[in-house]
């Protein structure tokens, strides 16, 4: 009953969000980027001890960057970008030289918030612009695979995929995931999608589900590593923020490369 009464709240900020946009879309990308940014910036050893502030000036700079690459009419806005990404590598990594209460691990694991992040909310905000359907093409990809993943591994699941990071996981499972995320993605954006050439269709739908299985073992591999169950508790029954969104995110870069490589064939 949690679990599903956290889908249905989640559902009913996500659809409205990505069906009119605007500030329930601003606020869903800003939850994820406090939240999520949360969840990854507490896997460092030395949560208690980092001088006040540095996670904040983590979360600016991917919202400079964001606004940077989205909402300015800059000429060279990319390049512009680019360089405030480097000047914050160069100042994480400066900081472990001044203070022992922030380690040089720790600089990695903030420059790795900023610019995964960054890339997840300019994808996702690229994509949504291009045609607001795209991202159902995702949501279709990844969570269609998940549950046909769950239910085929259920009943017919022998093989083990990875008892390394994910010991439930089978390769049955993962290709009756791959299935349902293939037909479901494939079906809606054949269907419903004007804007997508006939090969990019066929591309998303053949690599979004294996993209999104992928970053499911990912980000267990990252929980394994750092012995924890969930990111979070933050969404009753589901974990936290990166717990729902490993997959998608996945999925998400995946289709924006794909929309490059659109953009310049």
């Given at each position: 009953k949690v679990r599903l009464m956290t889908t249905l709240l989640i559902l009913a900020w996500i659809v409205p969000a990505l069906l009119y946009g605007g500030f329930l879309l601003h606020a869903l990308i800003a939850f994820i980027i406090i939240c999520g940014g949360l969840e990854l910036l507490s896997l460092t050893d030395q949560k208690s001890m980092w001088p006040r502030g540095l996670r904040v000036i983590a979360m600016i700079f991917v919202f400079i960057l964001i606004y940077v690459q989205n909402y300015t009419h800059i000429a060279q806005r990319s390049t512009l970008a680019m360089g405030i990404l480097s000047m914050s590598m160069l100042f994480y990594l400066s900081?472990?030289?001044?203070?022992?209460?922030?380690?040089?691990?720790?600089?990695?694991l903030c420059i790795t918030y900023i610019a995964f992040f960054y890339f997840i909310g300019s994808g996702f905000l690229d994509i949504f612009k291009a045609n607001k359907l795209y991202v159902w093409i995702l949501f279709f990809a990844s969570y269609a695979c998940d549950t046909g993943a769950y239910f085929t591994g259920m009943l017919i699941g022998k093989h083990k995929l990875n008892t390394r990071i994910s010991p439930k996981k089978t390769v049955e499972g993962a290709i009756g995931g791959w299935a349902f995320g293939f037909l479901f993605s494939f079906g809606f954006a054949y269907l419903f999608v004007d804007t997508l050439p006939m090969w990019a269709i066929w591309m998303s739908a053949l690599l979004l589900p294996i993209a999104g299985q992928i970053g499911d073992l990912a980000f267990s591999a990252i929980k394994r590593c750092y012995g924890i169950k969930d990111f979070s508790n933050l969404l009753p029954g589901h974990g936290g923020v990166l717990d729902r969104l490993d997959s998608l995110i996945f999925t998400m870069i995946c289709f924006h490369f794909i929309m490059i490589l659109m953009a310049v064939m």
């Open positions: 900081i472990p030289i001044f203070t022992d209460r922030f380690h040089i691990k720790d600089s990695f």
